[in-house]
Each structure stands twice: as C-alpha cells, then as structure tokens.
C-alpha cells in the first residue's frame, strides 16, 4: 500500500507560479512512475504530467499539451517526493490537482496508477 500526499496548492493570479508536492510511503520510491493529474470543476480528471523509471538515475518525463512549456515534472527519491513546478499560470489551469503512483512502472504516461492522493486546489485569478 502507498500513500501519497499533496501540498503546495492555493489562490494566485494568473502569471504566477506555484510548486506542487507528493510526498510517498514505499520502500522502492525511486522506481514508480509518478504522475500528476487535475480535474476541472464540472470537467473529468485530465493527466497533466508523469515522469517514469528508464533504468539507472534516468526518468523519462512526459506532458499534455496545455502544460508542455510552463510546467515541471521533476523528483527527489531521497526525499520520496514528486514536484510540479507551475509557472506561467492560467485561469484555465484552476483545478483540484492529483499525484499518482505506479508502482510497476507500467509504460505509457496517463493510465494505469494504483495510488491516488486526496488532491490539492489550485485556482488562479484573471
């Protein structure tokens, strides 16, 4: 079993930037994939970033397009935490924010987590 907790949400204006946490549980943190997830209100739940296990010290990162250029996707397994550095902010980009976690390190980039954290908010004013 693994829990994930986010942190990092809140209220900015749109340009801003904003950094994301999910801290893990779990041993192996190193080699899940890891991917970040938002839900517009009134909207279903849309991958915005992953980052998966290639071997080694390297993780291949993978984005939608309505973030590829502003946002991050980056980890620090000694801490057992994945970021999603945010900048660039758009009123568009206001959505409850979700970290996931594959623990087998399946290929692909938006489907197949086992894990689920409880969600951030992010909104940002025009």
């Known amino acids: 079993q693994v829990q994930l907790v986010e942190s990092g949400g809140g209220l900015v204006q749109a340009g801003a930037s904003l950094r994301l946490s999910c801290t893990a549980s779990?041993?192996?943190?190193?080699?899940?994939?890891m991917g970040w997830f938002r839900q517009a209100p009134g909207k279903e739940r849309e991958f915005a970033a992953a980052l998966r296990w290639s071997g080694g010290s390297i993780y291949y990162a993978s984005y939608a397009d309505s973030v590829r250029g502003r946002f991050t996707i980056s980890r620090d397994n000694a801490k057992n935490t994945v970021y999603l550095q945010m900048n660039s902010l758009k009123p568009e980009d206001t959505a409850v924010y979700y970290c996931a976690a594959d623990t087998r390190n399946r290929v692909g980039a938006n489907g197949g987590y086992d894990y689920w954290g409880q969600g951030t908010q992010v909104t940002v004013s025009s």
């Open positions: 779990g041993r192996t943190f190193s080699s899940y994939r």
